[in-house]
């Protein structure tokens, strides 16, 4: 029967002899011999073993009846128990409350899903949970991730080496959640850079982490559209973007990640994956190479320390189109989604926010945050922030030491090539049907997201 579902899975159990309460069971055997003793108490003759000598005095196994329910539990949520059958006898059978365990890896906890990781899978009642965390980053721990209660570790994955030290002790994870990527000049040594470190923590835990059952990949928007340096050369899919479009005929290092993860999938038993493609990111972190948010709030910093309008340095096309955008705390739930959720196994999916916005309203509540008065598109202007703030290190010097702030120099904090690519992109809209369909119903508001994130970089003091 199970053949005659898609995606039904199932699971058998054989306990042994059942230690239990039920006056209805036909193999009562506990309330059978409690009957027994009873009435040889009431009768006062003595309380005799009705067996063999062998049975007297040879070593028996039982079967708690809790135990075999947890037992149950855990082969309908535990993604290494489908389709298998198991014994379930007292002394033999504790597996199954270590599993109740789960223990995440995050790679990429300081970028700017990472840290929202960090923060959702420490929280008490997030699903799968209480989480066990391990957080991976490159490079010293900042101050704004320090109060996360993660395990740390500095490791550098893009070395072989490093990776196999560090992480590979790591034995009790049972879950992956792969968050990081670096930038090269060109989508080549894209490829074969993220290729590399992403296989470099697979092959790091797949054979080492007996527990491991899942492994959760980012990509992005770009599987749709190509990578940044075919923008306009080669054809990509028209909005709205669905997950079963084809790949676009280029290059793209989030091919290659995919195919690795469908490789090193199939050398595990039982191991499962999931995939999200957010759309751009409203979130906090200064070490990421694609903070929309903060860098437009240095941007915003600088326009307001020198006095000038907070003018939209993107095309009309832009300034006027319905935008869509992933909030980094929706994505980080999807994540967990999906490593706790059977429907969501061996997919992949979208992740936004759910609604649209345009960036001449957005920009409004920019200028307000930073108290600027004059601002918005000039028409017939080609404004471009890599330009417009290459000169700009000493004015942001300036600005954290009159404001007090965290110690950052300008090209850490300020992604002005990523600001171009989005505030000149126009139409870039996903569907979320899938994701509800499977039974991911999350949404924000892309308004009040945007707020909260330029709160969250004011509060950790970013910018003032």
Not at 104 to 118: D, P, Q, R, Y
Request: proline share 5%; glycine share 8%; aromatic share 12%.
């Amino acid at each position: 029967m199970a053949q005659k579902k898609k995606g039904l899975t199932w699971f058998i159990n054989r306990p042994r002899v059942i230690f239990g309460f039920s006056p209805y069971s036909q193999m009562n055997f506990i309330g059978t011999l409690c009957v027994y003793a009873a009435i040889c108490k009431h009768e006062g003759v003595p309380l005799r073993f009705p067996g063999t000598k062998a049975a007297w005095e040879c070593y028996s196994a039982a079967s708690d009846a809790n135990l075999i329910a947890e037992q149950h539990v855990w082969g309908a949520v535990d993604a290494r128990a489908r389709n298998e059958a198991f014994n379930n006898i007292s002394n033999e059978i504790d597996e199954s409350s270590q599993n109740l365990k789960n223990v995440a890896l995050i790679i990429g906890v300081t970028g700017i899903v990472g840290n929202s990781l960090a923060e959702i899978l420490s929280l008490q009642n997030t699903p799968g949970g209480p989480w066990k965390v391990y957080g991976v980053a490159r490079r010293n721990r900042p101050p704004w991730n320090t109060n996360h209660p993660v395990h740390y570790v500095q490791c550098d994955i893009s070395n072989t080496n490093d990776v196999a030290l560090k992480l590979s002790p790591l034995t009790d994870v049972t879950h992956i959640f792969y968050v990081s990527w670096t930038s090269k000049s060109t989508e080549a040594q894209n490829i074969e850079v993220n290729g590399s470190m992403f296989r470099n923590v697979l092959n790091a835990l797949i054979p080492n982490a007996p527990h491991l059952r899942h492994v959760s990949l980012q990509t992005g928007t770009k599987h749709y559209l190509g990578p940044f340096e075919l923008f306009g050369k080669v054809k990509p899919n028209e909005p709205p973007f669905t997950e079963d479009l084809p790949r676009v005929n280029a290059p793209n290092f989030y091919y290659t990640q995919e195919d690795i993860l469908f490789e090193m999938a199939q050398k595990k038993k039982g191991l499962t994956w999931f995939i999200n493609r957010p759309n751009v990111i409203f979130g906090f972190s200064p070490y990421s190479l694609m903070n929309l948010i903060g860098t437009l709030c240095v941007y915003a910093a600088i326009c307001r320390h020198e006095g000038v309008p907070l003018r939209f340095p993107g095309t009309k096309a832009a300034w006027e189109c319905y935008s869509a955008a992933s909030d980094a705390n929706l994505i980080a739930e999807q994540h967990v989604w999906g490593a706790v959720d059977a429907r969501a196994r061996n997919e992949a999916f979208n992740v936004s926010n759910g609604d649209v916005f345009r960036w001449k309203h957005l920009w409004k509540v920019l200028a307000e945050k930073f108290g600027i008065e004059e601002y918005g598109f000039v028409e017939g202007s080609s404004l471009r922030l890599s330009e417009l703030m290459k000169d700009k290190g000493g004015v942001w010097d300036e600005i954290v030491k009159k404001n007090k702030l965290q110690a950052t120099k300008l090209e850490d904090v300020g992604d002005w090539w990523f600001a171009d690519i989005i505030l000149g992109m126009e139409g870039v809209l996903d569907n979320m049907n899938k994701a509800k369909e499977h039974g991911f119903l999350g949404f924000r508001d892309s308004n009040k997201s945007f707020i909260n994130w330029i709160e969250r970089t004011k509060a950790y003091k970013i910018v003032p």
